[in-house]
């Protein structure tokens, strides 16, 4: 086996945790969990599984994920999310690397996306290749709050797939984005010096809508393909909503915490 420091950010993910070491353990010899001020049972488990945790409150997507590189023995990391598993088979694809003197810096994994048993590939859900793997003296994750992701112009896309079980159902295709993600986005949106105008939420949530029912494969996908199409397009509405409320209402402005990106 490589030796590879697993790296997971977590916040209240009991029912996550174990399976996600469970399939680290497969591919790493270390693993390390940072946590942002869990209320559950996430630390006490992970803990259990040998993991070593940290608690940081969250700083945001990639400077949270960066966090726990200090702690790392390894120089290559493998970052994945609570809800997210190795499979078998990309277990064997890594334990047969030589990462020791390889010439590539990062390896990038196709992901599956689930809604609920559903492999949900319109969209652009797959392959969704991200770079997980990576060499942590060569690179890291962007140091942004959101959408971060390890830059590398010198990595190799590997066969098999992580998965991602992204949504228990459809209705938290819109409950999700609409308590966080929307929120998220507009503060760092305003935080940045963006504006929006009156017509600024009609036309990117149709501009979503068009892009992902038609551009991206959403008509083929049947109802899950129209409903995902349909989420994204209200999550980018709100997303400019909010960031037109904070200009319009000082009320509104003044009781945000843009201290928390959520």
Excluded at 8 to 13: A, D, G, R, S
Excluded at 64 to 81: E, M, R, V
Excluded at 177 to 206: D, E, V
């Amino acid at each position: 086996m490589n030796h590879i420091t697993g790296i997971i950010t977590t916040l209240n993910e009991e029912h996550n945790i174990e399976a996600c070491i469970n399939s680290l353990q497969t591919i790493c010899n270390e693993i390390i969990v940072v946590d942002s001020n869990s209320h559950d049972k996430t630390v006490e488990i992970a803990q259990s599984k040998g993991a070593k945790t940290y608690i940081q409150s969250y700083l945001g997507d990639g400077i949270q994920k960066n966090f726990g590189l200090q702690y790392a023995s390894n120089t290559w990391i493998f970052s994945l999310d609570a809800d997210e598993r190795i499979t078998p088979e990309l277990a064997m694809e890594i334990n047969a690397l030589d990462l020791e003197h390889t010439t590539y810096e990062a390896f990038a994994v196709k992901r599956k996306n689930y809604i609920g048993s559903r492999w949900i590939k319109a969209c652009r859900w797959y392959p969704d290749y991200l770079v997980r793997l990576y060499n942590k003296d060569k690179t890291q994750y962007t140091p942004v709050k959101q959408h971060a992701c390890v830059p590398s112009k010198n990595k190799k896309k590997l066969h098999a797939s992580i998965l991602h079980y992204r949504y228990n159902n459809i209705g938290e295709l819109f409950s999700k984005p609409a308590r966080n993600y929307s929120s998220r986005g507009a503060k760092i949106l305003y935080l940045n010096g963006k504006r929006a105008n009156a017509f600024s939420p009609l036309l990117h949530g149709t501009a979503a809508f068009i892009t992902n029912y038609f551009i991206r494969g959403g008509i083929i996908g049947g109802v899950d393909g129209l409903t995902l199409s349909i989420a994204i397009a209200l999550n980018s509405y709100m997303k400019y909503a909010k960031l037109l409320e904070f200009q319009r209402d000082p009320q509104v402005l003044a009781s945000e915490n843009f201290n928390s990106v959520w």
